[in-house]
T-cell receptor, first 112, second 115 residues
Framework: GENVEQHPSTLSVQEGDSAVIKCTYS??????FPWYKQELGKGPQLIID?????GEKKDQRIAVTLNKTAKHFSLHITETQPEDSAVYFC???????????FGKGTSLLVTP | DAGVIQSPRHEVTEMGQEVTLRCKPI?????LFWYRQTMMRGLELLIY????????DSGMPEDRFSAKMPNASFSTLKIQPSEPRDSAVYFC?????????????FGSGTRLTVV
């Protein structure tokens, strides 16, 4: 399997500030790293992903960076808005198979 | 596409009863996953299917849990007999699988309460 550790477990920021969530993984062969956003009462939704052939990917206010040497990847949200408040999960695949292992989640609260 | 469809959305049952959760994956996705979510343990993989075949069921807690995928458009997760510790939100997700990894599409989940 794949051990994925995620920090912090909770994060509170003021509207307009940036938020950063970090994950580490153990299998150096992993090559796909998605991030999910889960709003209350809903299933996790894919918001951005990165493959190991790039170091950074951006999509408007969100970005993901990958450091394969250190085996960690991070989610960056800039200009946070109250609607960004949710639980965010990182994930990584095992070295065989297609079943993602998820981090424990980060509860992000953006206060107006 | 309507996305991954799960039913029921909520289920309250008495201990000892049989519970069946249902999932319709996205058309064209050939991998299907069942996850369980609790506060204490987060998202746990229970089982996943590739082309309707169970590939890894090592996450199934015990023999009380079983899952089937009779065709590409339907899967069930059954708990018999149910116990209070089975109370959780159960998610089904589907994905493409062609040798590369792709993101999952999750359903809205079934919130199970066993009393």
């Amino acid at each position: 399997g794949e051990n994925v550790e995620q920090h912090p477990s909770t994060l509170s920021v003021q509207e307009g500030d940036s938020a950063v969530i970090k994950c580490t993984y153990s299998d150096s062969a992993s090559n796909y790293f998605p991030w999910y956003k889960q709003e209350l009462g809903k299933g996790p939704q894919l918001i951005i992903d990165i493959r190991s052939n790039v170091g950074e990917k951006k999509d408007q206010r969100i970005a993901v960076t990958l450091n394969k040497t250190a085996k960690h990847f991070s989610l960056h949200i800039t200009e946070t808005q109250p609607e960004d408040s949710a639980v965010y999960f990182c994930a990584a695949p095992p070295n065989s198979g297609y079943a993602l292992n998820f981090g424990k989640g980060t509860s992000l609260l953006v206060t107006p | 596409d309507a996305g991954v469809i799960q039913s029921p959305r909520h289920e309250v049952t008495e201990m000892g009863q049989e519970v069946t959760l249902r999932c319709k994956p996205i058309s064209g996705h050939n991998s299907l996953f069942w996850y369980r979510q609790t506060m204490m343990r987060g998202l746990e993989l229970l089982i996943y299917f590739n082309n309707n075949v169970p590939i890894d069921d090592s996450g199934m807690p015990e023999d009380r849990f079983s899952a089937k995928m009779p065709n590409a458009s339907f899967s069930t997760l059954k708990i018999q007999p149910s116990e209070p510790r089975d109370s959780a939100v159960y998610f089904c997700a589907s994905s493409r699988a062609d040798g590369n990894f792709y993101g999952y599409t999750f359903g809205s989940g079934t919130r199970l309460t066993v009393v």
